[in-house]
Antibody
Framework: QVQLVEAGGGVVQPGGSLTLSCAAS????????IHWVRQTAGKGLEWVAF????????FYADSVKGRFTISRDNSKNEVHLQMDSLKTEDTAVYHC???????????????WGQGVQVTVSS | DIVMTQSPATLSVSPGERVTLSCRAS??????LAWYQHRPGRAPSLLIY???TRATGIPDRFTGGGSGTEFTLTISSLQSEDSAVYFC?????????FGQGTKVEVK
């Protein structure tokens, strides 16, 4: 069964740090790029970051660039999102998702993880 | 970034009825559009990609249509398990962007 499971969410003060993990199973992990997407009630879904299958290329949303770092360990089938200098507006449910590309300009996402809550509050 | 606008925000529909959801893009996407279903407490799941291709295992009551800037998702005969938020996503231009979603309630 193709599956992604997130972990590491929690409550953190503004300016603090948190690292999320995404554990993959059921597919050839090292052949796929992985995205992080966050969801809030107010802003809906926002793409956050992407790491290519081999970890060479990484891309970030402008809203998190310079504060978030995405990485992967293909030996452990894991992707991590290190979040530093957190702001209240980073409060959201964070999903990881496998990117599917078949020569298209971009990716669609399949599957998604259930998500993990990150709350930034004093 | 491409702005995706979905309508309506909410629908309340009886079982067996036909439902059509709309997704509009701020610029042409060709057919690079996906639809997802998000049921409470579950991971979002892929329904449609390429604007009209059903993902593996998706019932044929779900039909995607459109191209360019106007897209639709039709559920031909609504079932109780279709209660969910449905959202669209463009993958024509980086970064990928999403619509705000349409909440479908089954009466």
């Amino acid at each position: 069964q193709v599956q992604l499971v997130e972990a590491g969410g929690g409550v953190v003060q503004p300016g603090g740090s948190l690292t999320l993990s995404c554990a993959a199973s059921g597919f050839a992990f090292s052949s796929f790029g992985i995205h992080w997407v966050r969801q809030t009630a107010g802003k809906g879904l926002e793409w956050v970051a992407f790491i290519r299958y081999d970890g060479v290329n990484k891309f970030y949303a402008d809203s998190v660039k310079g504060r978030f770092t995405i990485s992967r360990d293909n030996s452990k089938n894991e992707v991590h999102l290190q979040m530093d200098s957190l702001k209240t507006e980073d409060t959201a449910v964070y999903h990881c998702a496998r990117g599917i590309w078949i020569g298209t300009p971009g990716h669609w996402f399949d599957p998604w993880g259930q998500g993990v809550q990150v709350t930034v509050s004093s | 970034d491409i702005v995706m606008t979905q309508s309506p925000a909410t629908l309340s529909v009886s079982p067996g009825e036909r439902v059509t959801l709309s997704c509009r893009a701020s610029q042409s996407l060709s057919s690079y559009l996906a639809w997802y279903q998000h049921r409470p407490g579950r991971a979002p799941s892929l329904l449609i990609y390429g604007a009209s291709t059903r993902a593996t295992g998706i019932p044929d009551r779900f039909t995607g249509g459109g191209s360019g800037t106007e897209f639709t998702l039709t559920i031909s005969s609504l079932q109780s398990e279709d209660s969910a938020v449905y959202f669209c996503q463009q993958y024509d231009t980086w970064p990928p962007t999403f619509g705000q979603g349409t909440k479908v309630e089954v009466k």
